[in-house]
């Protein structure tokens, strides 16, 4: 779930530069997929960081990684990227 809600939250960030550029009267142009997978995968990193401070059980953090490594690696996860910034290169 978390992997999902940072994908959607650079979405709206890459969203908010285009309208941004749009009210100020310039043609926007869509970032790179390099781009927008890195600060997506950055924003992931950081949640998982957040989960991994919270975790009380110590052993749990080994597991809880290996998991998350998993679902990164994911082909639903690779597609909800690509998907995502279709839909941000149609819209510019």
Same mark, same amino acid.
């Given at each position: ?10 979405? %709206?960030?890459? &969203? ?6 749009a009210? =100020?009267?310039?043609?926007g *142009?869509?970032?790179?997929?390099? !781009? ?12 998982k960081?957040?989960?991994?401070d %919270?975790?009380? &059980? ?7 990684? =290996?998991?998350?490594?998993? *679902?990164?690696?994911?082909?639903? !996860?690779?597609?909800?990227?690509k ?10």
């Amino acid at each position: 779930m978390e992997i999902g809600k940072s994908v959607r939250a650079t979405l %709206r960030f890459y &969203n908010e530069l285009r309208k941004q550029a749009a009210a =100020r009267g310039e043609q926007g *142009k869509p970032p790179s997929f390099e !781009t927008f997978s890195a600060m997506a995968t950055g924003l992931m990193e950081a949640s998982k960081q957040v989960h991994l401070d %919270r975790l009380k &059980n110590l052993s749990m953090r080994e597991p809880f990684e =290996r998991t998350w490594t998993q *679902k990164l690696l994911n082909y639903s !996860t690779k597609k909800l990227l690509k998907d995502s910034y279709e839909t941000l290169s149609k819209r510019f």
